[in-house]
């Protein structure tokens, strides 16, 4: 079983709309939570992050984490074209146990 | 400028050649990364370093050297290049407890 699984999608949705991205997780000592989002011919870059159960915002993005469902989430809300990109869950649990998702491809149509 | 960069961006090599992907950063951070992505496979972690004296391997560290030449910068190596060895590549700096990295450009490597 893999660390971290992630609907790899593509997902493709109109302008406005509201996304969701979701990744599951196996080890419950999981510590830190991220979203990374990767543009075309980019590196990942670090999106948003969290340790603890719960919703955090900034801005049109929401990140959730239910630790006692292992299951975590990205929102998008009004989502805009400037989104179209893979969207990557991140989890952390120490040193460098660093776990990557696989990416969804989001597209966002004008 | 940016943070990390990565040369070259774009190698198409031979089968059987050495070749070396550079990483410099100037975030001033310890700990440094390479990785490898493929489609449907993700991230995956090749080499890492804390420190200029420390290399550690990751996940799929087979057929691939690196190098800290200092604390800005990592060098992998493939020292004979094959065909299943075409992604790109990215390096990537973390701070602190390493939760978090920063990700350079990516270099895209064909092996033919």
């Known amino acids: 079983q893999k660390e971290v699984e992630q609907d790899p999608g593509p997902l493709s949705v109109p302008e406005g709309a509201i996304v969701s991205l979701n990744c599951t997780y196996s080890?419950?000592?999981?510590?830190?939570f991220m979203w990374y989002r990767q543009y075309s011919r980019k590196g990942p870059e670090l999106l948003m992050y969290?340790?603890?159960?719960g919703n955090k915002e900034d801005g049109r993005f929401t990140a959730q984490v239910d630790k006692s469902s292992k299951y975590i989430s990205l929102f998008i809300r009004d989502s805009q074209p400037s989104d179209s990109a893979t969207y990557l869950c991140?989890?952390?649990?120490?040193?460098?146990?660093?776990?990557f998702g696989t990416g969804t491809r989001l597209t966002v149509i004008p | 400028d940016a943070d990390v960069t990565q040369t070259p961006r774009n190698r198409i090599t031979k089968t059987g050649k050495r070749i070396m992907l550079e990483c410099s950063q100037t975030?001033?951070?310890?700990?440094m990364y390479w990785y490898r992505q493929d489609p449907g496979l993700g991230l995956r972690l090749i080499y890492y370093?804390?420190?200029?004296?420390?290399?550690n391997k990751g996940e799929i560290s087979d057929g691939y050297s690196v190098s800290r030449q200092a604390q800005a910068k990592f060098s992998l190596s493939l020292e004979s290049a094959i065909p299943n060895q075409t992604a790109l590549y990215f390096c990537?700096?973390?701070?602190?407890?390493?939760?978090?990295?920063?990700f350079g450009p990516g270099t895209r490597l064909l092996v033919l």
């Open positions: 990537a700096t973390g701070g602190g407890s390493g939760e978090t990295q920063y």
């Open positions: 370093s804390f420190d200029v004296k420390d290399i």
């Open positions: 080890n419950s000592a999981f510590q830190y």
């Open positions: 975030k001033g951070h310890d700990r």
């Open positions: 969290t340790y603890s159960s």
């Open positions: 991140a989890i952390w649990y120490g040193a460098n146990n660093l776990f």
